[in-house]
């Protein structure tokens, strides 16, 4: 077992999150104007095919862990997307800092999302599966250890969708998926390097020191998070 077990600022699994308060009928979808207009140029710069889902989630983790801890939900959305659209040559720091255009720069993609296509997209979605070229190296109903989540990244920093709760913990395969996108390659423009995708099984007793023998929690696992038990 190799990696470092220190928890990362973003990874949140598993924390006390206080008093829930579930939504009424009535709440407005956005809290606030702005949170609307953040979801669509997350949208829209997505849908210009020049990073994935996975970059996006990357960028976001990837905060200082001062903004991280301090900004709301979608402060982090719309600071992860200026660094992205920054990084890619979309727009340039002096453009955000002054609001105005500052001179030749990357053009933006040719698939920029019009109005028109934005239903369509969004209930097409955008599947992560893929066609299987390889048997899976596990069986629903074995056992696995879980590996640590920096021995799953593709570079450091890097991305892994391991949480840390459930790092260096022995489950159970409940279902195998096929193969799908791996997310810590495909955040960092590596390839898609689709890989087998389980349901691992965990008991809550293992996960957590007040955790309960009874109960169970499921983690969707790619095969380069798993260890086979010996």
Known sequence: MTGCKMKPHHDMGGDSAGPIMPDKPDDPIFAKPWHKRVLGLT???GAMGAWSIDTSRFWRENLPKADYQSFSYYEKWLAALTNLFVAR???????????LPSGPKQPLHAAALGADRVLAMLAAGAKASRPE??????????????????????QMPGHTRLPHYAADK??????????HVLPNSNAHFLGECPEP????????????PDGHAGDV????CWQSYLEPMT
Do not use: C, M
């Not at 250890?145 to 593709?154: G, H």
């Not at 022995?170 to 193969?179: Q, S």
């Not at 929690?217 to 969707?220: A, F, H, R, T, Y």
């Open 217 to 220: 929690v499921i983690v969707d």
């Open 197 to 208: 995708l389980y349901s691992v099984e965990f008991s809550s007793a293992d996960l957590w």
């Open 133 to 154: 070229i390889a048997k899976p190296l596990f069986q629903e109903g074995q056992k696995v250890r879980t590996r640590l989540p920096d021995a799953t990244k593709r």
């Open 89 to 99: 040559g979309f727009v340039t720091r002096e453009e955000i800092i002054n609001g």
């Open 170 to 179: 022995i489950g159970v395969i409940l279902f195998y998926h096929g193969h």
């Open 43 to 45: 949208v829209a710069g």
